[in-house]
């Protein structure tokens, strides 16, 4: 079993800086993809950043140029680096990770909820 421990969320002013951290604990036999997704009230989860365990990161578009992520393998960490967030991006942020080999399974985290004020 696999846990993910996300932290980091809260409330920020727009045009300010967030950092969200998901650290992966358990059984890892391997960390492949690792990411972040949101959740809007009233809205589908959607796809925010992912990262290869190689480093290849993907973003949506809505984000690009603010947003950053990255992974620590060495600590089994991913990190989103939140520069200018805007109102629109208030949701709960979930972090995800792929673990296996040629197979993968997928493992959630329980989410933190970042509010961004006008």
């Known amino acids: 079993q696999v846990q993910l421990v996300e932290s980091g969320g809260g409330l920020v002013q727009a045009g300010g800086s967030l950092r969200l951290s998901c650290a992966a604990s358990g059984f890892i036999v391997r960390l492949a993809g690792m990411g972040w997704y949101r959740q809007a009230p009233g809205k589908q989860r959607e796809l925010v950043a992912t990262?290869?365990?190689?480093?290849?990161?993907n973003y949506v578009d809505s984000v690009k140029g603010r947003f950053t992520i990255s992974r620590d393998n060495a600590k089994n960490t991913v990190l989103l680096q939140m520069n200018s967030p805007k109102p629109e991006d208030t949701a709960v942020y979930y972090c995800n990770a792929a673990v296996g080999f040629s197979v993968t399974r997928q493992y959630w985290g329980q989410g933190t909820q970042v509010t961004v004020s006008s």
């Open positions: 990262i290869t365990s190689g480093g290849s990161t």
